[in-house]
């Protein structure tokens, strides 16, 4: 007979809205849980990955880039960027709850938590609205949100209004010119989309599996890219005979 693995409560928090964040452990795997309810898991780490590479794929060569990620989480999306992105990146992590980056130093050191100690990496203990709120315009050459549950609040009420039209605005608002913004959604939304169009950004809704080898696609990541100002050109001069 086979003998079960238990499944281990590492550690326990309190989100600042009053509910509870596990982490827990089952046969070399790690989960953090909100109220009971999965939140992440570190197996099914594909679309995580694929954030971060698609975030990125722009900004692969040996200039210097800046990045900001919203949400650490297992940091999966962190070791994507630091993978696809060159030596002279600056990647500005911020997380809003502080257990969650002493987890990943301690419990999860060996899954990503040491990639905090990367030299291009700067951590935030903030809220990923008030960074981007102080952030001058054109700061960030990508922007990624790992936020919660996407634009569907999970977690914490109050991430909400990173998605609304003030937040996305903002979004936009701190990207470069030629920048571009990735935000991981659990599902199609197609009224966040429009938002998103609203700003004069071109949008693409990219379908990401749970596992690299699924066959079909779980959650989907909204990629936008701040368009290239448009020089209108001078009429031609008219001319006298």
Same mark, same amino acid.
């Given at each position: 007979?086979?003998?079960? *693995?238990?499944?281990?409560?590492?550690?326990?928090?309190?989100?600042?809205?009053? *509910?509870?964040?596990?982490?827990?452990?089952?046969?070399? &795997?790690?989960?953090?849980?909100?109220?009971?309810?999965?939140?992440?898991?570190?197996?099914?780490?594909?679309?995580?990955?694929?954030?971060?590479?698609?975030? +990125?794929?722009?900004?692969?060569?040996?200039? !210097?880039?800046?990045?900001?990620?919203?949400?650490?989480?297992?940091?999966?999306?962190?070791?994507?960027?630091?993978?696809?992105?060159?030596?002279?990146?600056? +990647?500005?992590?911020?997380?809003?709850?502080?257990?969650? +980056?002493? $987890?990943?130093?301690?419990?999860?050191?060996?899954? /990503?938590?040491?990639?905090?100690?990367?030299?291009?990496?700067?951590?935030?203990?903030?809220?990923?609205?008030?960074? #981007?709120? *102080?952030?001058?315009?054109?700061?960030?050459?990508?922007?990624?949100?790992?936020?919660?549950?996407?634009?569907?609040?999970?977690?914490?009420?109050? /991430?909400?209004?990173?998605? &609304?039209?003030?937040?996305?605005?903002?979004?936009? *608002?701190?990207? !470069?010119?030629?920048?571009?913004?990735?935000? $991981?959604?659990?599902?199609?939304?197609?009224?966040?989309?429009?938002?998103?169009? !609203?700003?004069?950004?071109?949008?693409?809704?990219?379908?990401?599996? #749970?596992?690299?080898?699924?066959?079909?696609?779980?959650?989907?990541?909204? +990629?936008?890219?701040? !368009?290239?100002?448009?020089?209108?050109?001078?009429?031609?001069?008219?001319?006298?005979?």
């Amino acid at each position: 007979m086979l003998e079960m *693995k238990p499944h281990i409560k590492l550690a326990e928090t309190t989100t600042p809205d009053g *509910k509870r964040l596990t982490l827990h452990q089952h046969d070399g &795997d790690f989960s953090l849980r909100i109220d009971g309810r999965d939140l992440m898991h570190s197996s099914v780490s594909a679309s995580e990955l694929h954030l971060g590479e698609l975030a +990125v794929e722009q900004i692969a060569g040996p200039g !210097k880039a800046r990045v900001l990620i919203g949400g650490l989480g297992m940091g999966f999306t962190l070791k994507s960027v630091l993978a696809g992105a060159g030596p002279q990146v600056e +990647v500005i992590v911020a997380e809003l709850i502080p257990e969650v +980056v002493e $987890w990943n130093r301690s419990h999860l050191r060996t899954l /990503n938590g040491a990639l905090l100690d990367d030299p291009r990496v700067t951590l935030r203990i903030d809220n990923v609205c008030a960074l #981007l709120g *102080k952030a001058p315009p054109g700061y960030y050459d990508a922007i990624l949100l790992d936020i919660d549950n996407g634009p569907t609040a999970m977690v914490q009420a109050g /991430n909400a209004k990173l998605y &609304d039209q003030k937040g996305i605005r903002r979004i936009i *608002k701190a990207l !470069k010119v030629g920048g571009r913004a990735a935000i $991981w959604s659990a599902s199609v939304d197609q009224g966040f989309a429009r938002r998103l169009k !609203k700003e004069s950004v071109k949008v693409e809704a990219i379908a990401a599996r #749970l596992h690299a080898n699924s066959r079909r696609s779980t959650y989907t990541i909204y +990629v936008a890219d701040k !368009k290239e100002k448009v020089v209108a050109e001078s009429p031609p001069e008219e001319t006298t005979s």
